[in-house]
Structure formats: C-alpha cells, structure tokens
C-alpha cells in the first residue's frame, strides 16, 4: 500500500482558457478502500473544453480534465473487496459522493443530495482538488470504480464512463426497445453512443441532425432513418412519431416542434442543455399528455451494467486516439464538429 502522496505527470489548463501543457500532480496515497489506476486511456468530453475555459465560471487551477477513464489496477488499499491488480477499470465523471442521502443508496449517486464529488474540477472530501483523466495514474476509492470487461478494448471503452452512460441511462429509464421508436438529436460524442446503444436495445432508431452530412455514418451505427432538421418539412412528415426523443444538443432547440414529433405519452429528454433558459408553450406537453424532462449521466451500478452491456453487444465509441501533445489541437476540432466521434488521448504520451 502507498503511504505517501505520489506524484505524476499530467496535462493541465494552468488558467482558465489557457491551452493544457504537460505538468505533474500529486495523487494521494492508497487508502484503505481505494485502487490505484495506472491510466491507459482518457477521453475528451465536450465539458472538458467547457470546463478548461471556465464556462460555468467555477474552474480551479491547474485543471486537469478526464472523466471518461480507463486502465488497469495496480494497487488496491487492505480493505478493497472487488478488484485487484491487473484488473481492467474505469472512472467516470464521480469519485465520490454522500453515500447516504436516498439517492446514493439507490444507486443514484449522480443525483446525490448530499455533494457528490466530481473527477476533475471539485474539492474532495479531503478539502484537495480532484483531478482527472489526462495523467498516468489515478486514485479512487473502489465504489467509484468499474469493472471493464474483455469485450471492449480499453480506448474504445473509455468514452463510455460519460458519453456511453449519458445515454443509456435515459435510453433505459425510458424503456427503448422493441416496439418503440427512438430518435437521437445530433450526431456526436453523446449522439453516436445513443444510436450504437438504442439500436442494440432493439429499437427502431432516428437520427435528427441539422444536415444529411454524417448520414452514411448514422446509418452505419445503427440507425434505420436519418434526417436533417434544416428541412422544415420534416417536423410535418415526422408529427406524433416517436415514443422517445433524446436530445444530445446544447444548441436552444424549438422545443414546441421537437414535442410535436411524439406520439401520446412520449418523453423528450434532454442530456444536453443550452446555457440560455429555453421557453415553450405548455400546450405543447398537455396534448398527448407528452413528458419533457433531463436526464444526468449515471449511477454507479448503471454505469457497471451500462459497460456488461455494451460488452455483450460488442459495443464501443467510435474512437481517434491522439498523443497527449495534440490535446490543444484535439479541443479546437471537437469545438469545430470535426472528430468522429471521440478522441482519446493514449496517456502512456503524457
Ligand atoms: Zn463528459
Ligand atoms: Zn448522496
């Protein structure tokens, strides 16, 4: 067991908007419930970017981003019960919680009442900033911790501690599968993840996107349909069509003619937002007794059963590993829609 801090090297924003630049940082030791991961693979989330340039004006620096984590165990505290070295895991956007309000007792942790803890960018509990995936190792205590199975190979699992579980969590709350028609909103990082994933669930699956441009793509995915919402008419042709609705965008949407394409009873979801208030006309919910609502990456179990399904489905992201020093170049291609879908970055480069 470590008994001292170790200290690593990572990649961080050294100030907010700052490009990343190679640095070390101190992990702590492994305590008595905790693994150490050495890091194989981190993707790189939108949030990330957002987050490095403090979009939501509550970054502390030097950053270091990562919450879609994936590696391999080197060192387990004394009372670790579920993983040893050697084992593949994953960390996603938690490394802690209360893990006593209702919510993190049902599995919920993401929605944790009591302050839950994020990967990078949050206090710990120990007062000490968190942070994440852009370095070699990591600590974390095991509830936090996944198990990725052989199945998926680690640099196309990591996206799916965030953008994989972004969307199956809703997909499932939801109930997507036979029977029932889908639609994913954008085509991206998140979007992609929900075609592979609704598709395997067994639904028949939309893609609305603002162009036909990735269409061959979405089609390859997964999806049996693919239309651009820059066409008006397509709101006509596809009225009162879908059961569920995910939206993966953070453009405002017209949230009255998205509504408009479900069927009685049907959801419109939103894991992403907007960062203006958005306004609707609720009449647009109260025919058809629609239901608009959000929906939060995931808990901890989700997540764990999330990683076993896409295993099983032989699913993974669709996936462009980059070298640590591309890390600046990689956020002005994801800001300007040119990756398909995710870029990794291979942290043996850190
Ligand atoms: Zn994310
Ligand atoms: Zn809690």
Redesign the pocket.
Known sequence: MTTNATTVPAYAAPAAGAPLERTTIPRRPVGEHDVMIDIKFAGICHSDIHQARDGWGTGIYPMVPGHEIAGIVTEVGPGVTRFEAGDRVGVGCLVD?????????AGL?Q??????VGTYNALGKDGEPTYGGYSSHIVVDERFTVRIPEGIALDEAAPLLCAGITLYSPLRHWKAGPGKKVAVVGLGGLGHMGVKIAHALGAEVTVLSQSLRKEADGLKLGADHYYATSDESVFEELAGTFDLIVSTVSAPLPLDRYLGLLRTDGAFVNVGAPEEPVSLNLFSVIGGRKTLAGSGIGGLPETQEMLDFCAEHGLGAEIEVISADRINEAYERVLASDVRYRFVIDTSTI
């Open positions: 919680s209360c893990r006593t309000c209702d919510n993190c007792a942790e929605y944790c009442t009591g302050g839950s």
